[in-house]
């Protein structure tokens, strides 16, 4: 029920672009050009800036997009509680999600929304990050919730929660000396990692290099395609890895692992809900308010 015109504006001032609109809501550039110029006519003022091709937000423009993104939220939360109180919501959603997400954040959400909404069949496929945004491409999921943020040309990525990736190793390991150690101490240190193509994997590398580590120069002893597999494997050896914080919340608990701290590096990252541009998906965005809420 959210006013089209509106809708059009939205995604233009997201995107700076009456082309990129256009590609997302599939509709031509002059229906998206025609949908600005009837809000400007109404208010009298302009909304965009214009020159050549590139197009900036006005003062105007900034101030209608601050009440179209509540407005948009309002509407969002009206479609979800009302969606609440139907006996009839129903149908299929196919979800995707790498491996930490589908391990370790998913599950208490899927659980809560069967709950809620019975009638509907969720089915769940967990691979790495990079096999999901492929199956998304393919029209063989309908959503997808990743570690990664690759940034495909025809994906939307919306954060939808934070994480954080840290060293770690099992308690009473001979390799830990002291308790947060040196960048540069990482590459005398034996690892095990996520294999190519894992969100994480590409995460932690590219953490590392922002801080002088090339990855190539660590000694990788083995590649795991599991955290949980990573985590097992650490309690009986003496390797190291980066994993989830979300992960190891058990282990860390019942002391089996403990966390060493490298200096001047955190490694922060975000789970991303991935969407294909311009589609919409009601029971998806059923699925995404009730994470929000």
Known sequence: MFDFRLKVFKVAAQRLSFTRAAEELFISQPAVSKHIHEIESHYKVRLFDRNGTRIGL?????????????????????????????????????????????????????ASFKKKFPEVKVTLTVNNTETVEHLLGEGKIDMGIVEGESRRQHITYTSIAKDELVLCCRTGN???????????????LPFVMREAGSGSLDVVFRAL???????????????????????????????????????????????????????GIDIDRSFFLVTPHGDVNRLRELFFRHIQS
């Open 209 to 263: 290099r922002k801080n002088g580590i090339n990855p190539s120069a660590l000694t990788i002893a083995l590649e795991l395609q599991s955290t949980e597999s990573i985590k097992s494997y650490l309690v009986h050896s003496d390797a190291f890895a980066f994993l989830s914080i979300h992960a190891i919340l058990r282990e860390l608990r019942e002391n089996e692992l403990q966390i060493i701290d490298i200096k």
């Open 174 to 188: 001979p390799f830990v000396k002291k308790p947060v150690i040196r960048p540069e101490e990482l590459k005398s």
């Open 58 to 110: 006005t003062p105007a423009g900034r101030l209608l997009s601050d009440h179209v993104e509540r407005l948009s939220r309002i509407y969002d939360d009206i479609d979800l509680e009302m969606a609440a109180l139907s006996d009839d919501v129903g149908g299929m959603l196919r979800i995707g999600a790498s491996t930490t997400v589908a391990q370790y954040y998913l599950p208490r959400y899927l």
